[in-house]
């Protein structure tokens, strides 16, 4: 999905006592155990952080949020990451977002996604993110920010010679 401008998308607010803060190293491993939570189908570690967010390494610092519960714990997290992985051209990335399954459904995405077009808009101008066809509710979501479907076709099947 593509939001081709950064100048302009819907704020919402954290209810109150819920934050968002930046990562620091020693959270890697609250981002796998909300990630794993999120997508019990799917087994991480700590390297799968660092193959998705290592170099440089101090980037991460800058880009990866984490959200946190009146108490303090840390129930979500979302990055704004960067790459040329759109079309080969340098955009901001909406990447990772994950609330722990006890958490969600209190509207807590919204104002998570709001903070991390936030701070893609400092270093882009545009963002795009990558989903599933089947995540029907997450699509709706992101278009209430603007985000817009993008289909490209399938690359071409070489002929076996």
Known sequence: MFLPSLADFPRYPFPAGYRCRLMSPA??????????????FLTM?????????????????????????PGGNAIGTIS?????????????R?????IHPDWQG???????????????????DSAYLMTQIERQAAIHLYQKFGFE????PPEPIAPNP
């Open 27 to 40: 959270d890697v491993g609250l981002w796998v155990q909300i990630q794993q939570a999120a997508e019990p």
């Open 45 to 69: 570690d700590e390297s799968w952080f660092w193959k998705e967010f290592g170099e440089p390494r101090s980037l991460a610092w800058q880009r990866c949020l984490l959200l946190e519960e």
């Open 80 to 92: 704004g990451w960067t790459d040329e992985g759109f079309r080969r051209q340098e955009h901001g």
């Open 94 to 98: 909406l990447h990772w977002l994950a």
């Open 106 to 124: 209190r509207g807590l995405a919204k104002p998570l996604i709001s903070a991390v077009l936030t701070l893609l808009a400092q270093h882009h």
């Open 149 to 152: 479907p993008v289909i490209d």
